[in-house]
């Protein structure tokens, strides 16, 4: 599978899975609780399908140099932390100078959610930031990258993925993007900023609801 062709194929994966509780809603007239149950399942198989979409791609040129299994994966783990501390940083310097408020109501609206069905913490911190990596480093940085090099094609994708959360936080995300694209070219396994991505989410998903337990 060529470069076009996977990128097509995964993004268009990712539309028909973002858009999947429209369709339970209207033609299994499907109540909350399963619409939740059922999107969770849509994430799991939109995950898979693109985890096999890779394996049936070609090598992206940031590929070519990869580094071990042992290495990528540390460097996964690493980023982890660090990306947490990002999120302070950005987080300041969004309230210090653009006035704008810590709370995100993408998480808000997340963690409301999974309290309504604990089922779907597993599509939010597990299957939601497996396929963001396939869609926006790989799909769209990673196939990019071939012709423009680095830093427009991490501007792209890093901004459509600010974008695509849509909560007022765009700084943030598009920081958060541009990390995820440079540990993704560093070690040349897309692997290395999912394992960051999905660890990032996990923490911050698990103390919003020990907060909201409180």
Known sequence: MDAKKYSFITIATYGFVLFSPLFFQRFFNAGQSQIIQLT???????????????????????????????????????????????????LQIEQHLLGQTAASQNTENIVQLIMNNMVFILATTIAGPIMEEFVFRR??????????????????????????????????????????????????????????HVGMNLLVVITQLALQSK
């Open 40 to 90: 969770t399942l849509a994430y799991f198989l939109g995950a898979v399908l693109m985890i096999v979409y890779r394996y049936k791609s070609q090598l992206f040129k940031i590929e070519n140099k990869q580094k071990s299994w042992v290495l990528a994966g540390l460097i996964g783990l690493v980023g982890i932390p660090v990306s947490l501390i990002l999120q302070v940083a950005i």
């Open 139 to 196: 799909a769209i940085f990673g196939a990019l990258e071939i012709k423009f090099g680095f830093w427009i094609p991490t501007l792209i994708s890093s901004l459509l993925f600010a974008f695509a959360h849509n909560d007022g936080h765009y700084l943030l995300y598009a920081g958060l993007g541009f990390l995820f694209c440079g540990m993704y070219r560093y070690s040349g396994r897309i692997w290395t900023s999912m394992i960051t």
